[in-house]
């Protein structure tokens, strides 16, 4: 059974950093592309950055240059570096995986997620 242990969510001020976390099990870690996506209150789900099966990282336009994602393929654990925070991040964030090949990542097209971590940005 796969499973995406998102953690590390929480409240800080716009401008502030928080770091997410994603244990996985349940498959192997290699064969697939994995990133995470987030969903406000109210939206839709929004892709935020994914890992291709060869190591590519893409990121949303929205989080480019503010967040950093990476993988240890030792732990089958990826992480979310969030920097610079802004209020519209405000969102549940998911880690999910998909298909290593084609365009599912670029395009964030998950097509398995566990249960996301809260991230509150004040202003």
């Known amino acids: 059974e796969v499973q995406l242990q998102a953690s590390g969510g929480g409240l800080v001020q716009a401008g502030g950093s928080l770091r997410l976390s994603c244990a996985a099990s349940g498959f192997i870690f290699d064969d697939y592309s994995i990133g995470w996506f987030r969903q406000a209150p109210g939206m839709e789900r929004e892709g935020v950055s994914c890992?291709?099966?060869?190591?590519?990282?893409y990121y949303a336009d929205s989080v480019t240059g503010r967040f950093t994602m990476s993988k240890d393929n030792a732990k089958g654990t990826v992480y979310l570096q969030m920097d610079n925070l802004k209020p519209e991040d405000t969102a549940v964030y998911h880690c999910?995986?998909?298909?290593?090949?084609?365009?599912?990542?670029?395009?964030?097209?998950?097509?398995?997620w566990g249960q996301g971590t809260l991230v509150t940005v004040s202003s």
């Open positions: 999910a995986i998909t298909n290593p090949y084609g365009s599912n990542c670029p395009t964030f097209s998950f097509k398995s």
């Open positions: 890992v291709s099966g060869i190591g590519d990282t």
